[in-house]
């Protein structure tokens, strides 16, 4: 009897638990927008553009709780977006993707890369006429390749780069013959930076590592790093005082295997938390590309 009685005081309390883990995912929800501008600093919503354009909603295939972290490829007169989809069932992320002939309209199509640990920040690009992927893989202590083997849904592992870390929104980039990381941690409050003369092997530390620490504001990467009139630019999201406030930009204005410098590019966020709507409450990433004369960005914003 004292067992049943027992389960009788305790079957609420979990369910109160439970409850209150389900209200902390969905105050947490991520939603997927686009915005636009004449530059990389000038972004906001298009007049046209219904957003958010992707939510947990559009989700089909598992239970989601949101969606984040987008990444966007042009291939075949479409725009392919790859992006973190939470699964209500696990709590692990897992990797998605949507389609898009205008950039405005998307249209969700499904799951394509998962794993028996979390995985996000699918930073997509293209190297010889080959598509990869280096998603975020903390739970593994490793920054993994993945090689699409059929573009945009079959991915299978390549290797991995980086191993012994909990490494956070790994961002890859090519620069003088030269492959760059960027890497956080789950703290948001460190970069560093590896490099690379072939891609899938051969990474070392910059001789300046941590290139930034202590510092929660600029540390976590918020994107692709870009290439403009000649100029490298870095996004970093805000993670102070809240995680995924709003992002800022850095010109890199030096970088070689011993140095390396960068510049605030303005004290005002190129995209931040709105007050009202999906994005209320923060955003934390953008995906720029140009598109004729001005630019294109995937962005995500936190409701509360």
């Known amino acids: ?39 990389l600093f000038d972004l906001a919503p298009g007049s046209d553009t219904d957003n958010p354009v992707l939510t947990a909603d559009d989700v089909v295939d598992i239970p989601a709780v949101f969606v984040a ?87 299978e592992f390549a290797g991995k780069l980086l191993t012994g870390d909990q490494y956070s929104d790994a961002s890859i980039f090519r620069y003088q013959d030269k492959w760059w990381m960027f890497v956080s941690d789950t703290r948001s409050n460190v970069l560093n930076l590896y490099f690379s003369d072939e891609l899938t092997k051969g990474w070392r530390p910059h001789a300046k590592n941590p290139i930034l620490k202590s510092n929660k504001h600029f540390s976590r990467p918020a994107g692709r790093v870009i290439m403009d009139k000649g100029k490298l630019f870095r996004f970093a999201q805000d993670d102070d005082p809240d995680y995924g406030i709003q992002v800022f930009a850095f010109e890199i204005v030096e970088l070689s295997e011993t140095a390396y410098a960068d510049r605030l590019v303005s004290e005002k966020p190129i995209i931040t938390k709105t007050g009202t709507g999906w994005n209320a409450a923060g955003m934390h990433h953008v995906d720029p590309w140009q598109t004729g004369d001005g630019w294109m960005s995937a962005v995500d914003g936190r409701c509360r």
């Not at 009685?5 to 409850?19: G, H, K, Q, R, T």
């Not at 977006?81 to 309209?105: C, H, P, W």
């Open 69 to 155: 972290d987008p990444f966007l490829i042009f291939k075949n007169e479409k725009y392919f977006m790859f992006f973190e989809v939470l699964n209500r069932k696990n709590n692990q992320g897992e990797i998605a993707y949507a389609e898009s002939t205008d950039g405005k309209k998307w249209h969700y199509r499904k799951v394509v890369l998962r794993e028996p640990f979390h995985l996000s920040y699918p930073y997509v690009f293209e190297w010889n006429g080959d598509f990869y992927m280096i998603p975020e893989s903390y739970q593994d202590d490793s920054v993994r390749l993945y090689k699409a083997l059929e573009f945009p849904d079959k991915w």
């Open 1 to 39: 009897m004292k067992k049943y009685y027992i389960y009788f005081i305790l079957l609420p309390v979990l369910l109160f638990s439970c409850a209150i883990y389900q209200r902390i995912q969905d105050d947490h929800r991520w939603s997927i927008g686009i915005y636009e501008g004449p530059t």
